[in-house]
């Protein structure tokens, strides 16, 4: 990997042949777990300026309608957080010179707060091609990591990292982006918005991504849109202040009789019975759907370095591969302007592994056809540094595949954006990716996502308790994978319900190696006897921290909310016991006292009807917050039944979301800014 250093520059064509399409990762790490910056693209003419406000790329605009941007989201890295862009380079206007990768951070943080910032960029393959490590930038809150540009036919890519004092706003308004940051009426940002109602008024004409930031629907696919003057809307100036994500209404009463009634789906699974049976039908159905409903494809797809254009799917394809020819599950092929992406596809479902040499064979046809990628599609989750499938790739190959892993759990999260909080414009696509969330959801489909944490979990469980597991027990290593699988599946799911980004939180030291890591936590599990995790979930008050105790078969969720800067300390426990009327009376509150390791606590039952029983003794003591907790008792099966321990992870992070985390977002609760209300 070429490494770069400040103000140095590199020919893209010099690292690779497979550059059409490339991945740009922004990445840094927050030692305190909880730091976080936002990427945005601008595309600058000769002029160094913007072409309008259309060519600036950000959290509320994410996507360009001609697929040469795609801001990818975050992913979860050893090092911290990683937020990729997808740039299809043979779709960028020509009109455009330059493209601006940059991040922000917010509320008057800075990038002094966070450590290893760097950004890479990595070919069609998926093979990175180049890192710039970025220092220097303590005190700004924006910062630009780098530049593709032109020269003549070819793209280079510049290391920049400059910094700006003014936030993503004075970074966009340097360029030409035309800002407005006045605050909206507050009866518009809390108005809901029903899934029917808002299809249909969604405009026939693509509105401009600056009007996208006043919580209408992201810019549509081509197929999506319809020409004519009368349908346009005014061009508004963009808003760096987030949208508010507001999930439809409760869909109207049934009209069966009884709950016998069935209502006829589009794919039926009762019948299903076979694992070959259920393999076929889940990969037909979802290839069909990400055909039928482009922005659903291009989600799944931008991430493997697929451009934006015409998508069709195929099963049932033969392909030559010595004596006996192979059947690959599935075919993708994307064309845009004479160019075709192709993807084969193998498909597992109910939990049943890749096989290596099956997924070796398609890399091998796909590299001899010229074919871009193979994407495995499985129950399981895959880690960074812990392959699935180890194969051999041929770096003598001039054609270069990729190898990409898709889970089930992350199909049905990316149906769930779409259906419950951005729309896709098109009733009848909203009701096909339905039924496909239907499908994925049914125990029969076997698309459940990971679901078994192994043969090493009964052995470890009863290790810890009788205390004969020792440390370097290779099982225990099996269950630290399987816990973080466990983790990142857990994420997907809460973020798909409440339409929030939900990652979980790494705390690795700079340069850390992944297997290391893992090592020392199973070392832990051994001595301690506990799994633990934390979850940073966009616009909540603090990390959601899950613990699993071995030893007690106890689970225990927790946030900690910082106390106000402003007020009394009895106002801010009235406030926090009102804002927690729903919540359950089990639930544990504990003041943070500075200085102590732990204040005054309670359960909500007793505590409702005294708030000031929160407050320390000594009126002098100060109080530094409140921690929430809520204990149940973990599953012992390794699996995902009733009484599983998947299960039970599941429901109790989803339990404490819904009925604790989601009341402490609002202006009178006792905590900081949500990250709804950056304002760049």
Sequence with gaps: MHEMTKGSNVSLTALSENIDSVIVGLGWASPSGDGDADVSVLLLDARGKVRSDGDFYFYNNPVAKDGSVQLLGKTPTEDGNEDRIGFDLTAVPADVERIVVAASRYEGARFGELENLGVTLADAAGERLLRFSIDDVDSVSAVIFGELYRRGDAWKFRAVGQGYDAGLAGLATDFGVDIDDEPEAEAEAETPVDAEAH?????????????????????????????????RKPAARPRTAKRKVTPPRTPPKSLAENDSWKPARLFPVPALKSDRERETRATSVVLSVMAQVPRFGRRLTAAFGAPSGRMETFTE?????????????????????????????????????????????????????????????????????????????DRRRKHQVAL??????????????????????????????????????????????????????????????????????????????????????????LGGEIGQKVLPVQRAKRGSDPGTRRTLLADRLCTEGRLQAELRVEGAPGLLAVTADLRTSKLRTSVEIPAPDQGYPLTWAKRLIRRLEAAPADLHVETLVEGETGGPRGTLERLRPEPADLLPRKADTRITGFRLSLLKSMGSGRGNAETGFIRSVDDQMQRFYSSVVAHLDGPSTPRRASTKERTG
């Excluded at 993708?332 to 064979?361: F, H, M, P, S, Y």
């Excluded at 398609?362 to 194969?391: C, K």
């Excluded at 994925?440 to 459940?448: A, D, I, R, V, Y």
Aim: glycine residues 8%; contains cysteine; charged residues 20%.
């Design 317 to 393: 394809v033969s392909l030559p591969h010595g004596d006996t020819p192979r059947r690959p599950d599935g075919v993708i092929r994307v064309e845009r302007a004479g160019r075709l992406w192709t993807a084969l596809v193998e498909t597992k479902t109910n939990g049943n592994a890749l096989k290596a040499d099956q997924v070796q064979a398609y890399m091998d046809i796909a590299a001899r056809r010229g074919y871009e990628a193979v994407i495995t599609l499985s129950n399981d989750v895959a880690l960074e540094g812990s392959p699935l499938v180890d194969v051999k790739i």
């Design 404 to 493: 990409w892993h898709l889970s089930w759990a992350e199909v049905a999260y990316q149906a769930q954006l779409l259906i419950r909080h951005e729309g896709v414009g098109n009733a009848a696509r909203t009701w096909l990716l339905q039924e496909l969330l239907h499908y994925l959801q049914h125990e029969n489909s076997g698309c459940h996502g990971f679901q078994n944490m192994g043969s090493a979990w009964v052995p470890v469980r009863n290790g810890i308790s009788d205390e004969t597991l020792c440390q370097g027990d290779p099982r225990a290593l099996d269950v630290v994978e399987n816990w973080e699988r466990l983790i990142r599946q857990v994420c997907l799911r």
């Design 199 to 231: 299809v249909a008024a969604t405009p026939a004409e693509p509105v401009p991504p600056t009007a996208a930031l006043k919580a209408i629907p992201a810019p549509r696919e081509p197929a999506e849109e319809a020409t004519g003057a009368a349908a």
